[in-house]
C-alpha cells in the first residue's frame, strides 16, 4: 500500500514522500508511530498545501544528521561482557547492545539504523555503522572487553601473543612463497639459456653442413 511519510526513514524515505509499503508494516508501525499517515484525498490535499513546510523539516533533518555523524564519527565505546574461555563471548553483541551504548553516551539512534561489519563473538575491536539520515552513515570503533578488569588483561595478553604468532607464521610463508618464486625464475631462466644454446648449436650445424655441400659442389663443378 502507498503511504505518505511524515518523517524520514532510513532505506524507505524522506518526510513528505509517498512510498510502497506493507499494509502490516504500515499498519503495526508507521501508523502507530505517527510515522506516515494514508494516502487519502484529504492527506493528499494537505501534503500539497505543505510541501514547504516539508521541504523545510527534510533540510532541518539533513542538518541534524550531518551535526550527529560528524560527533560520532570516529567515536570510540566500550562494551562490557561476560566471556568464556580464550575470551569467547556467551552470546554476541547485537545492534541492541550498540544502541545501549550510543544512549549512555548521549546519542540516541533506533537500533533499526545500526549494523555491525562483522559477527562480535569475542573480545576485541570492531567496526560498527550507524545510518543518521537516508544519504547519511558513519562507522564508529566498538572495544569489546570482559567485565573483569583483571580477566581482560589476561586474555589482552593472549590474543597480543596469538595474533604476534600469526604475524610471524605469515611472515615466514611470505619468505617461503618470495624464495619459491625467485627458485622458479631462475630454472625458467636456466631452461631459456640451455634451449638457446641448444638452438644456436644446432644452427651452427646446419650452417657447417650447407657449407660442406656447397665446398662438394665447387669441387665437382672445377672437375667437370
Given at each position: 500500500?502507498k503511504?505518505i511519510?511524515?518523517?524520514?526513514?532510513?532505506n524507505?524515505?524522506?518526510?513528505?514522500?509517498?512510498v510502497?509499503?506493507?499494509?502490516?508494516?504500515?499498519?503495526?508501525?508507521?501508523?502507530?508511530?505517527?510515522?506516515?499517515?494514508?494516502?487519502?484525498?484529504?492527506?493528499?490535499?494537505?501534503l500539497?498545501?505543505?510541501?514547504?513546510?516539508f521541504?523545510?523539516?527534510r533540510?532541518?533533518?539533513?542538518?541534524e544528521?550531518?551535526?550527529?555523524?560528524?560527533k560520532?564519527?570516529?567515536?570510540?565505546?566500550?562494551?562490557?561482557?561476560?566471556?568464556g574461555?580464550?575470551g569467547?563471548?556467551?552470546?554476541?553483541?547485537?545492534?541492541?547492545?550498540?544502541?545501549?551504548?550510543?544512549a549512555?553516551?548521549?546519542?540516541?539512534?533506533?537500533?533499526?539504523?545500526?549494523?555491525?561489519?562483522?559477527?562480535i563473538k569475542?573480545?576485541?575491536?570492531?567496526?560498527a555503522?550507524?545510518?543518521?539520515?537516508?544519504?547519511?552513515?558513519v562507522?564508529?570503533?566498538i572495544?569489546?572487553?570482559d567485565?573483569?578488569?583483571?580477566?581482560q588483561?589476561?586474555l589482552?595478553?593472549?590474543?597480543?601473543?596469538?595474533?604476534?604468532?600469526?604475524?610471524?607464521?605469515?611472515?615466514?610463508?611470505?619468505?617461503?612463497a618470495?624464495?619459491?618464486?625467485?627458485?622458479?625464475?631462475?630454472?625458467?631462466?636456466?631452461?631459456?639459456?640451455e634451449?638457446?644454446?641448444k638452438?644456436?648449436s644446432e644452427?651452427?650445424?646446419?650452417?657447417?653442413?650447407?657449407?660442406?655441400?656447397?665446398?662438394?659442389?665447387?669441387?665437382e663443378?672445377?672437375k667437370a
Amino acid at each position: 500500500m502507498k503511504v505518505i511519510l511524515l518523517e524520514d526513514i532510513n532505506n524507505l524515505g524522506q518526510a513528505g514522500e509517498i512510498v510502497e509499503v506493507k499494509r502490516g508494516y504500515a499498519n503495526n508501525y508507521l501508523f502507530r508511530q505517527n510515522l506516515a499517515v494514508r494516502t487519502t484525498k484529504e492527506n493528499l490535499n494537505t501534503l500539497k498545501t505543505q510541501q514547504k513546510a516539508f521541504e523545510a523539516k527534510r533540510a532541518r533533518n539533513l542538518a541534524e544528521a550531518q551535526e550527529k555523524a560528524e560527533k560520532i564519527s570516529g567515536e570510540e565505546f566500550t562494551i562490557k561482557v561476560k566471556t568464556g574461555e580464550a575470551g569467547r563471548l556467551f552470546g554476541s553483541v547485537t545492534t541492541i547492545d550498540l544502541a545501549e551504548v550510543l544512549a549512555d553516551n548521549g546519542y540516541v539512534v533506533d537500533r533499526r539504523d545500526l549494523s555491525l561489519l562483522e559477527h562480535i563473538k569475542e573480545i576485541g575491536t570492531y567496526t560498527a555503522n550507524v545510518k543518521l539520515h537516508p544519504e547519511i552513515s558513519v562507522n564508529f570503533t566498538i572495544h569489546v572487553e570482559d567485565e573483569d578488569p583483571e580477566k581482560q588483561k589476561v586474555l589482552e595478553k593472549a590474543k597480543l601473543a596469538e595474533e604476534a604468532k600469526k604475524a610471524a607464521e605469515k611472515a615466514v610463508a611470505a619468505e617461503a612463497a618470495e624464495a619459491k618464486e625467485v627458485a622458479d625464475q631462475i630454472e625458467a631462466a636456466l631452461t631459456e639459456v640451455e634451449e638457446d644454446s641448444k638452438a644456436e648449436s644446432e644452427e651452427s650445424e646446419e650452417t657447417e653442413e650447407e657449407s660442406e655441400d656447397s665446398e662438394a659442389e665447387s669441387e665437382e663443378t672445377e672437375k667437370a
